[in-house]
């Protein structure tokens, strides 16, 4: 099992393009998520999916959408990149909700926004 | 709201323990959890406290107190791969909260 993986794992975008980030889970997990990593801030949430044809805001939702056409893919797109959005990506699954809620992680996407 | 504080940096000698603590302010969680991020790789999950008290899993151990609204990860017998950034987490609702990272440097 490839577990969680992301693509692509670098892009360097220009002020005002667009692009979209594909995460795929094979765990069969129903619910998905995507966070950003910048220095000294941690890991936040930028919107989730707690099943197929769902999608929710997190914490830091603006300049960006989701989609969750398939159980098994994710995508986030960014409609008009901003420098602020330069970051670190992760895409993450898990079985569900409750107590556990183990999450797997991608391996990230690095963003660069000029 | 929810917030959670950990540390920003933590320094130990290879062999030794560490404490990393986690102080949390939250209306309500399922529990505490604990992932571990290498620079360049995918975060990883560690151990979850559901309830009060000691969890153990090989060198790491985690810890839980509601009524002091805290938490640390302990890790003994040091080695050097255990260099990386730790997170502590809040499991609630459909989600979870994540703090802002503990990054631990290992001397020889």
């Not at chain 1, 490839?2 to 892009?11: D, E, L």
């Not at chain 1, 980030?21 to 801030?41: S, T, V």
């Not at chain 1, 602020?84 to 107590?99: D, I, K, L, N, R």
């Amino acid at each position: 099992n490839a577990g969680v993986t992301q693509t692509p794992k670098f892009r360097v975008l220009k002020t005002g393009q667009s692009m979209t980030l594909l995460c795929a889970q094979d765990m069969n997990h129903e619910y998905m998520y995507w966070y950003r990593q910048d220095p000294g801030m941690g890991l936040r949430l930028i919107h989730y999916s707690v099943g197929e044809g769902t999608t929710a805001k997190g914490e830091v939702p603006d300049g960006y959408n989701v989609s969750r056409l398939k159980k098994q893919n994710f995508l986030l797109g960014l409609e008009s990149a901003a420098p602020s959005q330069t970051s670190v990506y992760f895409c993450a699954s898990s079985y569900g909700t409750g107590s556990y809620n183990e999450q797997f992680f991608g391996p990230g996407t690095r963003l660069t926004v000029l | 709201g929810q917030s959670l504080e950990q540390p920003s940096e933590v320094t130990a000698v290879e062999g030794a323990i560490v404490q990393i603590n986690c102080t949390y302010q939250t209306s309500g969680f399922y529990g505490l959890s604990w992932y571990q991020h290498h620079d360049g790789g995918a975060p990883t999950f560690l151990s979850y406290n559901a309830l009060d008290g000691l969890e153990e899993t090989g060198r790491f151990s985690s810890f839980l107190s509601r009524s002091d609204s805290y938490g640390y990860l302990l890790l003994q017998e040091l080695q050097m791969k255990d260099s990386a950034s730790y997170f502590c987490a809040l499991n609630r609702d459909d989600k979870i909260i994540f703090g802002k990272g503990t990054r631990l440097h290992i001397l020889p």
